[in-house]
């Protein structure tokens, strides 16, 4: 009878014998050094392994450096145009391949949309270096689009996912209806579909935004002279010489993107 309890039992993976151990001893190897991190940010002294007294000096010192303020605004800069832009091609990509027939090749379409996430960022990073030194010689433009497209080609599957998802779990009932009544496709997008994908579309800005933002391999590979962006500005720091300066960045950095990514969690996890 106990044998047979036993088989009934529902598999759990938490009665695995070791299952706890190892996730608290990955959590820690996970977290431990990003709490180490936020704790010597506060620390007074110039040493990265010894921790004096609890001060704001190093925050202090980030806020008031030029070449720190000029990085960060641009990454915000950068983040925002290339989520925005990213951010309108997820959505007219999702409603393209959610809102019409299945046809020969949608396969090949998702593929080539998520192309980004299945290619590792170095292959992409060297990629577009390629064909933007091309471009460069040919035209000798060296501005800021080149990081804009980049930034922006590879967002494009962040903003998709969140959004083709959110048109997945709709109800087409009212679409339909929106269609009876003889409203235009676009009056029922405009009307119907968009209110009800809002929380999609801004979750996917927010998570383009926040990969936007703390990308530093491609931006390290398409950025030409003076166009440092934060990340790319604290690895160059962390070939010259590291001060707990870094880590203020850093902490800054970390808590904007905790906040943009529990935005993201709640939108996603928003009742329809």
Not at 164 to 180: F, I, P, Q, V, W
Not at 213 to 240: C, H, N, W
């Amino acid at each position: 009878m106990l044998k047979i309890k036993f088989l009934n039992r529902p598999f759990e993976i938490k009665r695995i014998p070791g299952f706890q151990s190892i996730a608290l001893l990955t959590f820690v190897c996970l977290y431990g050094p990003i709490l180490i991190l936020i704790a010597y940010s506060f620390n007074s002294s110039t040493s990265l392994g010894i921790f004096e007294s609890f001060s704001f000096r190093w925050y202090v010192t980030a806020w008031e450096n030029e070449k720190v303020q000029e990085a960060a605004l641009r990454s915000i800069y950068l983040a925002t145009i290339a989520a925005t832009i990213s951010t309108i091609a997820a959505t007219m990509a999702a409603l393209a391949t959610t809102r019409t027939k299945k046809f020969r090749g949608i396969t090949f379409i998702y593929v080539i949309i998520n192309q980004p996430l299945m290619i590792p960022e170095i292959v992409t990073a060297v990629a577009l270096l390629v064909f933007f030194a091309m471009i460069k010689i040919a035209t000798g433009y060296q501005g800021m689009m080149y990081l804009i497209i980049a930034h922006t080609a590879f967002c494009i599957p962040f903003a998709y996912l969140p959004i083709r998802a959110r048109l997945e779990s709709m109800d087409l009932t009212l679409e339909t209806a929106g269609a009876d009544l003889y409203a235009t496709p676009w009056k029922t997008f405009q009307r119907i579909t968009l209110p009800m994908i809002w929380p999609g579309i801004i979750a996917g800005f927010m998570l383009a935004f926040v990969i936007s933002l703390d990308d530093v391999v491609i931006s390290e590979f398409v950025k030409s002279a003076g166009q440092e962006t934060l990340p790319t500005y604290m690895l160059g720091q962390l070939r010259r010489f590291i001060t707990p300066e870094t880590n203020a960045i850093a902490t800054a950095n970390i808590v904007v993107s905790v906040i943009l990514v529990t935005g993201f969690f709640l939108l996603t996890q928003r009742k329809k």
